[in-house]
């Protein structure tokens, strides 16, 4: 099979480089037949990286070690949900992950738009397919997902331990998705620059495939802080790594570009910013991927650390120059058709907000990138870490969710005086009545004004969304004379794009006031506990009930069940473990390596609502066990091999017995040894925590998931319309005759 | 699966991928009227203003929907509306003429032979 995977790879990069060919020549010439072909390159292309995808999985699914990713990442006691996981968790299965979606994603869209706006979609067809091309020669000449060894071990060297967890099933393939689907209108747009066509239509092309793109980033990016919260056992959702960066990074600059696409739709302007921005977003997604694998700047993600560098920095340069490039050859064409009526206006405010997504797109990038940009300069790399970037970033994020609560109450082109007082005295009431109750609160949030601000700015977004949702089911009761709940939702189906996207503000708001709540009102302690000791946290007063300990075949897990009461009131019991998993380093020992600490991971133990979270790990200390584990490798080194040699005169049957026994003796001897952390118990370091509201942060990713999921949905008259065309084609350009009289169907 | 298979399966899916792939090439080549035009040009222009005219429709509605709850006084509803109505109609007189002038290029290009 490993042979049909290669020779898929290699027919993948045929297909791309054909494809280019076939798509240029096509739209230069103006030859249809060209175009269609190079947009079947990559429907062939997407079936030959689905085949070649699968059949990567299946040699996982059966254990073949003979696939050197396989023998590499996997084995035979990981658990089939992870064995297929674990594709991803390589280089080489990333990089066909990378292909693989593309190339879905690629078919997608270029089927739907098959028959429209043909010349801008063949530049782009070029584009995408200049990408996977990209992405198919690392996977066949730098790191091939097929590369087979001709004695395959008996065993696997297992899944990093830190990868197994539920969210890594998901989190890779949502964030490769995000980034694959970036490309799609940095494609369109590079096709729109090449065509001189920067009309609405390559926006209109890509809008949807735009707001895909940001969802499932954002979705990827909220997977992975919630993996280093229960996995990482620091205590935290968001370190500011350079892999988390490189993700936020794409996404604000395509949060600004949902954003302000509606102006040119609408205005005609900001055609240059429009532009830069979806290249830019694309630029960063393939930054983004370099970052994660290329291993240039530290980061947790060091697993996928490899020296694809060169060939990244390459396909960067190309494309920057050919972005810059083309701005600068279509500026004429790219000029405004309209000038801002009024500052006080939805167009203001949303230039406002997109200026300060892209200041913070600099900001996190200049920080990201500084260690890379001292040393350049310095000769040292100096590294800034997290504090560097909270003084420009909080400041930024207030603004942007004030503007984020004034956006969806302020009208399009101008306001009046009346209009504002209208549709801003009841937010900004809810503002100030949060503001004024969290002063008068005892012990309230006054200390932090920063964290005070943002909980008043939330709920001035909260009540601007509620009254927008309650205007508008009010305005189409009063045209359908429906009841309250149809009325609600069959606004939001008739308006999906505006009432998801104000959704999203709304979780947005609720999502940070978790962020504030909880990185501002933090407690924590590191304390070391022996069994019956107690420790106090923020009025929580955590006991070390008693030890645990398990032996599986996958790993030795020690731990502690931990009692939480307040006040002398039993509030949760919590358990958090160390686990150690068998390192494959011989100088382990027979019996060390099963408590070797190079890979040992924590579960941690939560106890959530919608107050506080109460989180603990443990770190069990091996070492008070090393006279132990000392003496049962020197018994096993003098015995292991006297019976290695008795065995291999023996019939193999008798043998594989005697082997047998001695891995039995040697699994006792473990079982007994991690006993000890129950029956002898030693004091072991925990970090406690007691954080506020760190459950709304996952409540307002949830919320803007769906409205996302609402924005994102077609529009039913839109979708019925579209059908419509389909049938009657010979042309979908021959909508019926236009009327001088504009009707707008059902507006609300 | 064995090494002869292999290379069969290999065969089978590149010879489905070429033909797949170059079908258009091959369909264009018997049917191709000599002098024939390229769509591509034609329909860009029709694309084009058919995705303005779909914005501004959104545009319409949008100003009903603002004027609804609260966001436009009457008046400035009266004038928006007045202003994205013309533009609306200058886009369909832009679609009438693309329409026209595609329907005189088809039955120019009708071979009468």
């Known amino acids: ?748 | 699966m064995s090494g002869a298979l292999e290379y069969l399966v290999i065969l089978a899916v590149l010879s489905a991928a070429v033909v797949f792939v170059t079908w258009p090439l091959r369909i264009a080549a018997v049917g191709r009227r000599p002098g024939e035009r390229s769509e591509l040009d034609e329909r860009s222009s029709l694309d084009e203003l058919e995705a303005a005219r779909e914005a501004k429709y959104r545009e319409l509605r949008d100003a009903e929907l603002d004027h609804l709850t609260g966001k436009l006084s009457d008046d400035d509803y009266e004038a928006l509306d007045h202003s994205l109505r013309g533009e609306a109609i200058e886009i369909l007189h832009g679609l009438d003429r693309e329409l026209a002038r595609e329907r005189e290029d088809d039955s120019a290009t009708i071979d009468p032979a």
């Open chain 1, 1 to 748: 099979m490993a042979l049909i995977g290669r020779a898929l790879l290699l027919m993948c990069l045929g297909a791309a480089v054909y494809g280019i060919g076939a798509s240029v020549y096509g739209a230069r010439r103006g030859r249809r037949e060209w175009t269609i072909s190079g947009r079947r390159a990559v429907y062939a292309l997407a079936a030959m990286a689905t085949l070649a995808f699968a059949i990567l999985e299946d040699a996982f699914y059966r254990n073949d070690f003979s696939f050197n990713v396989v023998a590499g990442s996997s084995s035979t006691t990981t658990p089939t949900f992870y064995k297929l996981a674990a594709a991803w968790s390589t280089q080489q299965g990333s990089l066909l992950l990378w292909v693989f979606l593309l190339s879905l994603w690629s078919s997608l869209i270029l089927f739907l738009v098959r028959n429209r706006a043909r010349e801008i979609t063949a530049y782009a067809t070029a584009v995408l397919l200049g990408f996977m091309g990209f992405f198919t020669a690392l996977a066949v000449f730098w790191a091939n997902p097929f590369a087979t060894s001709a004695t395959p071990p008996a065993e696997g060297a297992g899944l990093d331990p830190l990868l197994v967890h539920p969210s890594m099933m998901i989190h890779p393939p949502m964030l490769y998705s995000g980034y694959t689907l970036l490309t799609i209108p940095f494609a369109f747009a590079i096709g729109a620059l090449v065509t001189g066509r920067l009309g609405a239509e390559w926006i209109a092309l890509t809008r949807r495939f735009a707001l895909a793109a940001w969802l499932f980033l954002g979705i990827g990016i909220l997977l992975g802080a919630r993996w280093s919260y229960t996995e990482l056992g620091w205590g935290g959702y968001w370190a500011w790594d350079p892999v988390e960066n490189a993700a936020l990074m794409p996404w604000l600059c395509i949060t600004a570009f949902i954003h302000s696409i509606m102006i040119q739709e609408k205005r005609g302007m900001l055609k240059v910013w429009n532009v830069s921005l979806v290249l830019g977003a694309g630029f960063l997604s393939i930054l983004g991927t370099f970052l994660v694998r290329s291993g240039i700047l530290d980061s947790i993600h060091a697993f996928g650390a490899s020296t694809l560098g060169v060939p990244f920095v390459i396909l960067l340069a190309v494309m920057a120059t050919a972005a810059i490039g083309l701005i600068l050859w279509r500026r004429e064409q790219l000029r405004s058709e309209a000038r801002l009526d009024s500052l006080l206006s939805r167009e203001a405010v949303f230039l406002l907000q997109n200026m300060v997504l892209v200041a913070m797109v600099f900001v996190i990038f200049w920080i990201t990138f500084f260690p890379l940009i001292s040393q350049a300069l310095t000769g040292t790399k100096v590294s800034v870490g997290p504090p560097a970037f909270k003084p420009f970033v909080v400041p930024l994020a207030l603004i942007l969710v004030l503007l984020s609560g004034i956006g969806p109450i302020i009208a399009w082109r101008r306001v009046t005086v009346a209009n504002l007082r209208r549709n801003f005295t009841l937010p900004v009431l809810g503002g100030l009545a949060v503001l004024i109750w969290l002063l008068l609160v005892p012990g309230g949030p006054s200390s932090r004004p920063f964290a005070l601000i943002l909980f008043a700015l939330a709920g001035f977004v909260l009540v601007s969304v509620f009254q927008e949702l309650w205007r508008g089911t009010a305005a189409r009761r009063a045209m359908t004379h429906d009841i309250v709940p149809v009325a609600f939702v069959g606004l939001i189906r008739r308006n999906r794009r505006r009432y998801g996207g104000y959704i999203v503000h709304a979780g947005l708001a609720v999502l940070l006031i978790g962020v504030a709540a909880s990185s501002s009102f933090q407690h924590s302690q590191d304390v070391f506990l022996a069994p019956g000791q107690k420790a106090s946290v923020d009025g929580y007063t955590i006991r070390y009930v008693r030890p645990t300990e398990s032996i599986s075949p996958e790993k030795i897990a020690m731990g502690a069940v931990l009692n939480v009461t307040k006040g002398g009131k039993h509030v949760t019991t919590v358990t958090t473990t160390r686990n150690f998993y068998p390192s494959q380093n011989p100088t382990d020992g027979l019996v060390g390596r099963f408590f070797d600490t190079t890979d040992s991971d924590s579960e941690v133990g939560l106890h959530s609502n919608l107050r506080r979270d109460i989180w603990a790990v443990i770190d069990v200390d091996p070492t008070h066990l090393a006279p132990l584990i000392n003496q049962a490798n020197s018994l096993f080194a003098a015995f292991a091999p006297q019976v290695m040699t008795k065995a291999a005169k023996l019939p193999p049957a008798q043998a594989q017995q005697a082997v047998n026994t001695l891995w039995t003796e040697r699994d006792l001897a473990v079982s007994e040894i991690a006993r000890r952390f129950v029956t002898h118990p030693w004091a072991s370091e925990f970090l406690l925590i007691v954080d506020p509201m760190v459950i709304w942060l996952w409540l307002g990713a949830l919320i803007i998931a769906g409205g996302g999921l609402i924005a994102l949905w077609p529009v039913p008259s839109l979708a019925r319309r579209r059908a419509a065309t389909a049938a009657s084609a010979p042309s979908p350009a021959r909508q019926p005759a236009p009327s001088p009289r504009v009707r707008v169907r059902e507006p609300v």
